[in-house]
């Protein structure tokens, strides 16, 4: 079978198609051919050695949808399933164990997701991390319905999630970000509001702009850096910044006395090694019906081959596409 691979850390073209036996399984498990899988941010964190003590030949990929091919009477052969994110122990799938840029792997019932006719392959493989990473930023940040939400970043996987679910949950207001005008009149023409334009108009100035002076109670932050001390100072009193993600950068300044005046509070979101099943379930649960009823859309922005790996992370991480970027197995 064809799987993506990487023995030495390096650049984009350290991935190599490598050809493997297809896996044996273990007791329980069962075999499910890959045919669309996720590139993610955090692939290039891996790729590019960032995360120390990893056996090699890595193979990445967080996310994916696939059709079972060896199964269990509750999952037949030919069933499509989405294959979570989080492998047995709350791991994320593709960080510390291998991952699923493979044509087969093998997993355990409880890994796998059955897919309804509603949901396309490329929704399915493009939903697990975002919108799982958003929902648990939303619970994190005390989420209730009439609450006003900013989430950065509504061409980015996590940014764009928590955009759509703070709307199907009923936040009072929703603004996003965008870091280019051109990536402002995109989200314009998918129908999002309250988006700011970064090259226009700073995040605090945006949004007290739009919500009269007030700010937001919320913001959910997946990029960090500059952006983030920027994000503080549009939360109103009480607010809660619950970050993710650090595309922009680990390290930022803010003004101590917006904390202090406002009694804002920061907190941090992680997926790996803080869910357990149930806790997992409980979350899949929440978002599975609104996938169904297509009240949630992942956006796609390109599909490659599995072949073209190492230009889908290039494009994925130097263009900041609009839209999640899958490779096809
Ligand atoms: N800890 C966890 O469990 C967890 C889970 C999910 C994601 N994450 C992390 O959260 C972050 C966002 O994930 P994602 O899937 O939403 O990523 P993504 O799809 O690549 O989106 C990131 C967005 O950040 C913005 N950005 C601003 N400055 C950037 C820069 N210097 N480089 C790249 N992007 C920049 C871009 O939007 P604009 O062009 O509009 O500025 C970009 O679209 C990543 O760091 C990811 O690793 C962590």
Redesign the pocket.
């Known amino acids: 079978m064809k799987t993506v691979e990487f023995t030495i850390p390096g650049n984009y073209e350290v991935l190599k198609i490598v050809d493997r036996p297809i896996p044996d399984l273990l007791e329980g498990q069962l075999l499910v051919r890959i045919t669309l899988a996720a590139v993610?941010?955090?692939d290039n964190?891996v790729r590019s050695g960032k995360f120390t003590g990893r056996h090699t030949p890595v193979i990445l990929g967080n996310e994916g949808v696939g059709i079972v091919i060896k199964g269990n009477s509750d999952f037949t052969e030919g069933t499509r399933v989405m294959i979570s994110c989080f492998t047995e122990g709350g791991q994320?799938r593709g960080i510390y164990t291998n991952g699923l840029w493979a044509e087969y792997i093998a997993v355990y019932p409880d890994e796998l997701i059955i897919l309804n006719d509603s949901i396309s392959d490329e929704e399915a493989a493009a939903f697990p991390?975002?919108f799982f990473?958003a929902q648990a930023c939303l619970n994190k940040a005390e989420f209730q319905p009439g609450k006003s939400v900013l989430s950065?970043?509504?061409?980015?996987?996590?940014?764009?999630a928590a955009v759509q679910l703070a709307t199907v949950l009923g936040a009072s207001q929703v603004i996003t970000?965008?870091?280019?005008t051109q990536?402002y009149e995109k989200a314009l023409l998918y129908g999002f509001q309250n988006v700011i334009d970064?090259s226009k108009e700073s995040i605090s100035d945006g949004v007290m702009r739009i919500t009269e002076g007030k700010g937001v109670d919320i913001v959910i932050d997946?990029?960090?850096?500059n952006?983030t001390g920027e994000a503080i100072k549009s939360l109103s009193r009480n607010g809660i910044l619950v970050t993710?993600?650090?595309?922009?950068?680990t390290t930022f300044s803010a003004n101590i006395t917006d904390f202090v005046w406002k009694g804002l509070q920061m907190r941090g979101?992680?997926?790996?090694g803080w869910f357990d099943r149930d806790a997992e379930k409980e979350i899949w649960n929440q978002l599975m019906p609104l996938l169904e009823d297509a009240k949630l859309k992942p956006l796609i922005a390109k599909v490659y081959d599995a072949e073209e790996v190492a230009e889908a992370q290039r494009f994925?991480?130097e263009e900041?596409?609009?839209g999640?970027v899958l490779i096809k197995f």
């Not at 950065?152 to 764009?160: F, R, T």
């Not at 970000?177 to 280019?180: C, D, R, Y």
């Not at 997946?222 to 850096?225: C, K, T």
Request: hydrophobic share 40%; aromatic share 4%; charged share 5%.
């Open positions: 993610n941010a955090v964190t994320i991390v975002s990473s950065l970043a509504v061409g980015g996987g996590v940014g764009n970000t965008a870091g280019s990536k970064l997946s990029i960090g850096g952006l993710i993600g650090y595309s922009a950068g979101q992680s997926l790996n994925l991480i900041r596409p609009f999640k």
